[in-house]
């Protein structure tokens, strides 16, 4: 396999697949559907996988400007859970030790502690480490 790069090559390349910033979802499903096509060849050339990476690296920066997945606090965490499964704040009482306390959680004036995570987590089938908030500002119960 070549290790240098054919600039004649990569240039043929380049000109066929003009990537750029990408500036809407037209242009990010375009780009995304040529580096797919280069994903599925299965000796790729070094220009090949230099057009890839360069790609990749445009779709990344454009998804997490545009299409970022906003981070979920723990107790946001637990009352998406909570909806999710049909519950209320009384059936996490046995969980998590008293009704003072869940409503302390829910309410956001405490935070879950490690033994809290690990009985939530076993309970929902989730790691416990998404119920720990890991922000110094935030109260351990």
Do not use: C
């Amino acid at each position: 396999m070549p290790t240098t790069l054919n600039r004649a090559r990569y240039a043929q390349l380049l000109a066929r697949a003009m990537p750029r910033v990408i500036r809407n979802d037209r242009e990010l499903e375009q780009f995304t559907q040529t580096l797919l096509e280069l994903d599925e060849r299965r000796r790729p050339s070094r220009e090949e996988r230099e057009l890839a990476e360069l790609l990749t690296a445009l779709i990344t920066e454009y998804e997490q400007k545009h299409h970022a997945i906003p981070v979920a606090s723990p107790r946001q965490v637990l009352e998406f859970l909570l909806s999710e499964h049909g519950m209320s704040a009384k059936d996490l009482w046995p969980l998590v030790g008293s009704k003072g306390i869940t409503s302390e959680i829910l309410n956001g004036k405490r935070g879950i502690s490690i033994r809290v995570a690990r009985r939530l987590g076993e309970f929902f089938h989730l790691d416990p480490v998404i119920f720990i908030d890991w922000d110094p500002q935030v109260k351990a119960s």
